[in-house]
């Protein structure tokens, strides 16, 4: 879909549709207000009819609205002015996506900025409306033998700004949210295709084919043989018992000088996670095809960040396998040495995670990093904890975290943080190893990090755990992109 932008005024502007706030009660926004003065009133009247009191997800088609140019005046409810936060406008936009998809204009014109949002400027409405609209236009329709018959669809949508001088902050706003919008798609294709797809090699050869031709991006796969090389045994621990071979996916990005540190990524690819032989129980167990999906937001935002060209020194890691079970599969009680060296106690097959993120995490020391982010469908104890608004931040660097919320702040795609106090360690204590790779019921969200912390010692990192946030269940089924674009906003932010 194509975004513009203009300043026109409403009603010499040709347009097949414009679109129009109201909020409630029956009250017309500014735009709103000329248009009814050139319509003589028609507005208004409709209005007063009853059809449309400005209550949010309400939305009125008019046609042929006398006074004006445009063939359809779209109204879209959005609740009472001084309720207009951050949350209801992007549920306005999907409103305004809703309506234009079941009306025939394949072009839009839409006053956006009318819609008050407190501390919010015309940047970013305008980058809110591209990433909300991009997402509602998506579909995951490739293995469907006949895709939804849409009407005609809607092809361009043109942002009205109120001024000139608007313009230059739009365009770089509408730039950058078609970046992490394409980023996000790319995410969410991944995360939707089932597993007997999307395999840890599927996953290695999209990599690979967005590095092509790309000379700032470059890629590299270590199979499993470079892996027991590299004595990364806590990793091999759990794709043993699959017969889809392991990969551990570098991604490398040189936007900035070759000798700035890197921002380093490392995502979790567990393409299917049956549990291994600590098996899950089958309910839902179709949604644990989406176990990858950090592993796709690491690409995802690389693919933003190479469509913006940003100067940053970047690198992806992804470890990607399957956890099942199988004759060879690892045991409850079995004890791996991971690569730092350390030897872990596997009680539980299904705390599968972190076992292959600890040895990449080592493995990221490499690149002397400026900071580490792993990004992690990690432990259904973040729902308990968090639910499904925010994804959990931890980590061992205070500045990190507080730059990665306010990341997550400015583009709607938060964080809350919890504490990663020494306390927890203990619950990780194994009668025969190092540590175990569980800590009991309590706080699993936050024993996961306290696991992962062991490995992050030599630099600044951040844990996310997105096991809420990547995907939703139910009707709505289906991978959400979720956290590309905290990510690529905190990359931006580095810049
Ligand atoms: N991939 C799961 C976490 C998960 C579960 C995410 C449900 C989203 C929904 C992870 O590998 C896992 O199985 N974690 C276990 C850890 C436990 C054994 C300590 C969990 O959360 O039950
Ligand atoms: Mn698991
Ligand atoms: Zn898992």
């Known amino acids: 879909?194509?975004?513009?932008?203009?300043?026109?005024?409403?009603?010499?502007?040709?347009?097949?549709?414009?679109?129009?706030?109201?909020?409630?009660?029956?009250?017309?926004?500014?735009?709103?207000?000329?248009?009814?003065?050139?319509?003589?009133?028609?507005?208004?009247?409709?209005?007063?009819?009853?059809?449309?009191?400005?209550?949010?997800?309400?939305?009125?088609l008019l046609h042929n609205l006398p006074g004006i140019r445009a063939d359809r005046v779209l109204l879209i409810g959005c609740g009472k002015d001084g309720d207009m936060n951050e949350t209801a406008f992007i549920k306005t936009i999907g409103n305004m996506s809703a309506a234009l998809e079941n009306c025939g204009a394949s072009e839009a014109h839409a006053y956006i900025t009318d819609i008050p949002v407190k501390g919010r400027d015309?940047?970013?409405?305008?980058?809110?409306?591209?990433?909300?609209?991009?997402?509602?236009?998506?579909?995951?329709?490739?293995?469907?033998?006949?895709?939804?018959?849409?009407?005609?669809?809607?092809?361009?949508?043109?942002?009205?700004?109120?001024?000139?001088?608007?313009?230059?902050?739009?365009e770089s706003a509408i730039e950058q949210g078609i970046a992490i919008s394409a980023g996000i798609s790319i995410a969410r294709d991944l995360g939707n295709l089932p597993s007997n797809i999307c395999t840890p090699s599927y996953i290695a050869k999209q990599a690979t084919a967005l590095a092509k031709g790309q000379k700032k991006l470059k890629v590299t796969v270590l199979e499993e043989a470079d892996m027991r090389k590299l004595k990364m045994g806590s990793l091999?621990?759990?794709?043993?018992?699959?017969?889809?071979?392991?990969?551990?996916?570098?991604?490398?990005?040189?936007?900035?000088?070759?000798?700035?540190?890197?921002?380093?990524?490392?995502?979790?690819?567990?393409?299917?996670?049956?549990?291994?032989?600590?098996?899950?129980?089958?309910?839902?167990?179709?949604?644990?095809?989406?176990?990858?999906?950090?592993?796709?937001?690491?690409?995802?935002?690389?693919?933003?960040?190479?469509a913006m060209n940003l100067p940053i020194n970047l690198v992806g890691i992804i470890p990607t396998?399957?956890?099942?079970?199988?004759?060879?599969?690892?045991?409850?009680?079995?004890i791996v040495t991971s690569m730092s060296g350390q030897t872990i106690e596997i009680l539980n097959t299904d705390a599968e995670g972190r076992l292959i993120l600890c040895d990449a995490l080592t493995y990221a020391e490499k690149f002397?990093?400026?900071?580490v982010i792993d990004i992690a469908t990690l432990t259904g104890a973040c729902i308990v904890a968090l639910g499904k608004i925010p994804s959990a931040v931890l980590g061992n660097h205070p500045a990190l975290i507080k730059d990665l919320i306010q990341s997550g702040n400015q583009i709607e795609d938060r964080l809350w943080e919890l504490p990663l106090w020494d306390e927890y360690q203990e619950q990780l204590k194994s009668n025969f190893a190092d540590m175990a790779n569980i800590?009991?019921?309590?706080?699993?969200?936050?024993?996961?990090?306290?696991?992962?912390?062991?490995?992050t010692k030599k630099y600044k990192w951040a844990h996310l755990d997105i096991a809420g946030t990547a995907w939703k269940s139910g009707e709505a089924k289906g991978s959400t992109g979720r956290p590309v674009s905290l990510l690529t906003q905190f990359i931006i932010n580095q810049t």
């Open 1 to 60: 879909m194509e975004f513009n932008l203009k300043t026109s005024h409403p009603v010499k502007l040709r347009s097949a549709c414009l679109i129009i706030a109201v909020s409630e009660p029956r009250k017309l926004s500014t735009t709103g207000q000329i248009v009814d003065k050139a319509s003589k009133g028609s507005l208004l009247k409709i209005i007063r009819r009853g059809d449309m009191d400005g209550r949010s997800g309400q939305s009125l």
């Open 122 to 170: 015309v940047r970013w409405k305008v980058q809110q409306t591209v990433l909300k609209m991009s997402h509602c236009q998506y579909r995951f329709e490739q293995l469907k033998s006949n895709s939804s018959d849409k009407k005609k669809a809607l092809r361009k949508l043109t942002m009205n700004v109120p001024g000139k001088r608007d313009l230059a902050a739009g």
């Open 236 to 306: 091999l621990s759990v794709s043993a018992g699959s017969r889809q071979p392991a990969k551990l996916i570098t991604l490398q990005y040189q936007g900035g000088n070759k000798k700035d540190q890197p921002v380093v990524l490392v995502g979790k690819g567990v393409t299917f996670d049956t549990g291994g032989i600590s098996l899950k129980p089958g309910a839902a167990m179709d949604e644990m095809k989406f176990d990858m999906c950090g592993a796709a937001s690491v690409i995802g935002t690389i693919s933003a960040v190479v």
């Open 321 to 334: 396998t399957e956890n099942m079970p199988d004759g060879l599969a690892t045991k409850p009680g079995d």
């Open 368 to 371: 002397k990093p400026r900071c």
């Open 439 to 455: 800590g009991g019921r309590d706080a699993g969200t936050i024993t996961a990090a306290c696991f992962l912390s062991r490995f």
